[in-house]
């Protein structure tokens, strides 16, 4: 347990911010599952209308470092060749 007046507000600061990232992350993996679930069910013109709607939230969530740069990129490339694989 903390027992400096200091150590106590980081960990209550530290306690808001996960709070705040883990429905940050939740809303992401929600995005994500709805574009999977257009792919999964082979309809192109929805996955791509899914997959517009979650890059911007992808980058956003990216953009305050509740998902790095790298893994935000990569999940849009992932998700965009299983899109185009679609479309073959």
Known sequence: MANSKQA???ARQAEQRRVLKSSQRSMVRTY???VIKAIDGGDHAQAMDAFKAAQPVID???DKDVLSKKKAARLKSRL?????ALAA
């Open 32 to 34: 994500v599952k709805r």
């Open 80 to 84: 965009n060749k299983r899109i185009k």
């Open 60 to 62: 956003r969530i990216a």
């Open 8 to 10: 106590r507000k980081r």
